[in-house]
């Protein structure tokens, strides 16, 4: 049953960012439950180095990477093109490559804005739309192709903490997959996102980039800990997986707890 429900054996993937963080935890757990899966990143040597290490764990699936860029028309593109040259099929596409910029309100440059933007909205939104046709070709009714985004907290709670473009950018890709699983639900294709917490990642590394680091980091979330790898997976599996065949629009909390905290109780004393 375990397999049945969320193995996704014989299904094809790509993970875009899918060298580091969040992005390899994904793409480990879907290569584990026997998918075939790409991976690409702007850095061709990172993603490359990933795709040996998730193959040295000896899953029943496999993976190849290359490299692509999503800040762009021409890259998005370019990485289309890469695809298509390796695969006539797609079942599951992670839209994962995000970047950041953190700044104080008051000196936060234009351009570090529009980058922000280009890269977390503008070119999830490109790809997604590019390989509408190969989603759609796979997909069933009773098994419908998938697409899960990576928003954040930070597009969900009202935090900016300097990275302003982030997380407005995380709030237009959680309103984005509500409104593409509104519209692709007739195309048998289902659109979820992750609204992840702390993970330790090359993008928090200023925070959690020790185990001392992400302890102190833990103290804060209402569960007591950070995101695990596990934590990423599980919810990778159940939303590719058969388990997940039901499920669309969904933004789905993986932050102990957080998106739930509220003001202190003002009876408290």
């Keep these: 049953m375990l397999e049945e429900l969320f193995g996704v054996k014989g299904k094809t993937a790509l993970v875009t960012g899918g060298g580091t963080g969040i992005g390899l935890m994904i793409a480990t757990a879907l290569v584990a439950g026997g998918a075939k899966v790409f991976i690409c990143s702007r850095k061709e040597a990172v993603v ?12 029943p699936g496999s993976v190849e990477a290359f490299a692509g860029d999503v800040g762009s028309k021409e890259g998005v593109d370019d990485l289309v093109a890469q695809l298509r040259s390796r695969t006539d099929t797609l079942d599951i ?3 994962n490559a995000g970047i950041t910029w953190g700044a104080p309100l008051t000196e936060f440059p234009f351009d570090a804005w529009q980058k922000v933007l280009d890269v977390n909205v ?23 192709a998938r ?14 903490d300097g990275a302003y473009s982030y997380a407005a950018s995380k709030a237009a890709v959680h309103h984005m997959t509500r409104i593409l699983a509104k519209e692709l639900a007739a195309r048998h294709i289902t659109v979820n996102a992750f609204a992840p917490g702390p993970f330790q990642s090359k993008m928090t590394a200023f925070a959690t980039g020790s185990d001392e680091l992400a302890q102190k980091v833990g103290q804060n979330v209402p569960l007591g800990r950070i995101g695990q790898a596990s934590d990423i997976q599980g919810a990778t599996l159940f939303l590719c997986g058969k388990a997940g065949a039901y499920t669309t629009g969904a933004i789905l909390p993986l932050d102990g707890g957080l998106h739930v905290e509220t003001a202190s109780n003002i009876f408290a004393h």
Aim: aromatic share 2%; charged share 10%.
């Design 48 to 59: 490359k180095g990933a795709a040996e290490q998730i193959a040295s764990l000896g899953h």
């Design 147 to 160: 697409v899960i985004n990576i928003g954040s907290l930070m597009g969900t709670a009202p935090m900016g």
């Design 122 to 144: 503008s070119g999830l939104m490109y790809l997604t739309q590019s390989l509408l046709g190969e989603l759609a070709a796979s997909a069933k009714p009773e098994d419908p």
């Design 93 to 95: 596409l992670i839209n």
